[in-house]
């Protein structure tokens, strides 16, 4: 409720892509979904450099971009974009994975701080100490398969089959 009502009193936005509302689809798909498209890629080379999870996580909010850029554009594309759109739902699905253990393990961290000079059934703290490994081993797992997936997302053959795609007139 607080930021719905600091949005209404405050200023209208800044709207820099406001002039491409009067232009055609076929105008505009182009330059978004290449803008999002360089960002992913731009970002996945900064993983491939250096696999740290926040490398990984930020390559997720990138692909998320993409992805929803081109589900918005590919009615005008008559499915053509589909394809395209399913390698970025696996890409965003591995990465996903991979998130979803950072978040399990900085939760299992918190509790062991929080449980810090209390008495903890040593039962519980094994269990919890079985779940970190399992997340480490997921996470090592789909960091693996994530190459093998970005390698397909990434090839030629990807690149040249959306440019070809989004050339076409709408």
Not at 75 to 82: E, K, S, T
Not at 111 to 130: C, H, M, Q, T, Y
Request: include cysteine; charge should be neutral.
């Amino acid at each position: 409720e607080r930021r719905l009502a600091r949005f209404l009193s405050g200023p209208l936005p800044q709207r820099p892509r406001a002039p491409l509302a009067v232009k055609q689809v076929q105008e505009v798909a182009p330059l978004l979904i290449n803008e999002k498209f360089a960002a992913v890629m731009e970002q996945g080379r900064a993983v491939l450099a250096d696999p740290q999870l926040e490398q990984f996580h930020r390559l997720r909010i990138q692909m998320k971009k993409l992805r929803y850029a081109c589900e918005f554009m590919s009615p005008a594309y008559d499915g053509a974009l589909d394809p395209f759109i399913e390698r970025t739902v696996e890409i965003q699905d591995c990465l996903g994975d991979i998130q979803d253990t950072v978040f399990t393990q900085k939760f299992i961290d918190a509790l062991f701080d929080n449980w810090k000079r209390k008495i903890v059934s040593p039962a519980l703290l094994f269990v919890l100490g079985e779940i970190y490994q399992l997340q480490e081993g997921i996470a090592a797992e789909r960091e693996h398969r994530f190459g093998k997936i970005w390698e397909r997302f990434a090839s030629e053959e990807t690149i040249g089959q959306l440019k070809e795609i989004i050339k076409r007139d709408a």
